[in-house]
C-alpha cells in the first residue's frame, strides 16, 4: 500500500461558520438579559405582581393594595341590638316519668331482668365490669332505701322463711310417719 501523508487542512465535514456580528448587535446581546425565575420578593408576594380583581369593573382588573382591607364602617361604641333574637334551635320537653309509688319501685327492681343476671354471675364468680358492678351497687343501695321507707325488714323475712322450714320439718318428724320409722 501506498502511504499518504496527513495534512493539516481542514476540509468542510460541518457546518459553516457564521460570520461575525456586527457591534451595535452585539452591544444588544450582552444588555440585561431577561431572568428566567421569580421576580425578588417572590416570597411575599406570591404571583411575582400585584394581585387584581376579576370582574369589579368594565372587564378591566384593578390592582388591588394587600394592606387595604374592608371599607365597611366599624362601631366603636357598641349599640344595642336592634333585632329581636331567637334561638335557632328549638327545644323538647320531655314528659315528666310517672312518680311510681315505693311499693311499683320495689317490684320493678325485684323484677329486673339485667339485675338478677348480674347477681347469677357474681354468685357463679365471674368477674363483672366496673358498669356492671356500679349498677349493682346502686340498685341495691336503691332496694335496701325503699325496704326501709316500707318498714319492711329483710332480714325479718328470712326468720320467717327459716321458721316454715322448721315447721315443716316438724311435720315430717310428727308421729303421723312413726309407722315408717323403722325400729
Known amino acids: 500500500m501506498t502511504r499518504i501523508k496527513k495534512n493539516r487542512t481542514e ?3 460541518g457546518a459553516a461558520k457564521k460570520p461575525l456580528l456586527k457591534q451595535a448587535e452585539r452591544i444588544k446581546a450582552l444588555s ?26 368594565h372587564g378591566i382588573n384593578k390592582p388591588i ?3 387595604i382591607g374592608s371599607k365597611k364602617a366599624i ?5 344595642a341590638a336592634s333585632k329581636t333574637l331567637e334561638p335557632r334551635v328549638t327545644l323538647k320537653k ?24 348480674l347477681l347469677d354471675q357474681l354468685d357463679a364468680g365471674d368477674e363483672l365490669s ?10 341495691t343501695a336503691h332496694h335496701r332505701k325503699l325496704l326501709e321507707e316500707l318498714g319492711i325488714d329483710d332480714d325479718d323475712a328470712e326468720e ?17 310417719f312413726d309407722e315408717f320409722k323403722r325400729k
Open 130 to 139: 366496673a358498669k356492671d358492678s356500679a349498677y349493682i351497687d346502686h340498685q
Open 32 to 57: 440585561k438579559k431577561k431572568g428566567k425565575g421569580r421576580p425578588s420578593g417572590a416570597k411575599a408576594n406570591i404571583d411575582g405582581a400585584k394581585k387584581s380583581r376579576a370582574g369589579s369593573g
Open 94 to 117: 320531655l314528659k315528666p316519668q310517672p312518680v311510681l309509688s315505693p311499693e311499683q319501685q320495689l317490684a320493678n327492681i325485684e323484677n329486673d331482668e339485667r339485675l338478677n343476671s
Open 11 to 13: 476540509k468542510s465535514i
Open 75 to 79: 362601631e366603636l361604641v357598641p349599640q
Open 160 to 176: 320467717q322463711e327459716e321458721e316454715e322450714t322448721k315447721e315443716e320439718w316438724q311435720q315430717i318428724d310428727s308421729s303421723e
Open 65 to 67: 393594595d394587600a394592606k
